[in-house]
Nanobody, 122 residues
């Protein structure tokens, strides 16, 4: 079992940057694919990106602006967000996929953090 805790959210102006962190418990973190999702008010939770041991994959809406990385020694995954836009405003969640596969659906992930709010002002 993996427990996930996000941090790093906040309020930023459009064009600014934030880095989110997701700290994981558990001894098999390196085997997991770690995804980032977000949910804006009144909308469904949507895929942002995912990283496993050999690849990173992003949603088109964030490609070129967001970067996912991981530090297995610290059992932490990061989401670096640059050139933020008001439409990036959402609660951001990290999620763990024990299969280790690159997956984009919420149903593919068994483990979820509590979420962290990101607000981008115009």
């Amino acid at each position: 079992q993996v427990q996930l805790v996000e941090s790093g959210g906040g309020l930023v102006q459009a064009g600014g940057s934030l880095r989110l962190s997701c700290a994981a418990s558990g001894r098999t973190f390196s085997n997991y694919a770690m995804g980032w999702f977000r949910q804006a008010p009144g909308k469904e939770r949507e895929f942002v990106g995912v990283i496993n041991w050999r690849a990173v994959y992003y949603a088109d809406s964030v490609k070129g602006r967001f970067t996912i990385s991981r530090d297995n020694a610290k059992s932490t995954v990061y989401l670096q967000m640059n050139s933020l836009k008001p439409e990036d405003t959402a609660v951001y969640y990290c999620a763990g996929n024990r299969d280790g596969t690159i997956a984009t659906m919420t149903s593919d992930y068994a483990y979820w953090g509590q979420g962290t709010q990101v607000t981008v002002s115009s």
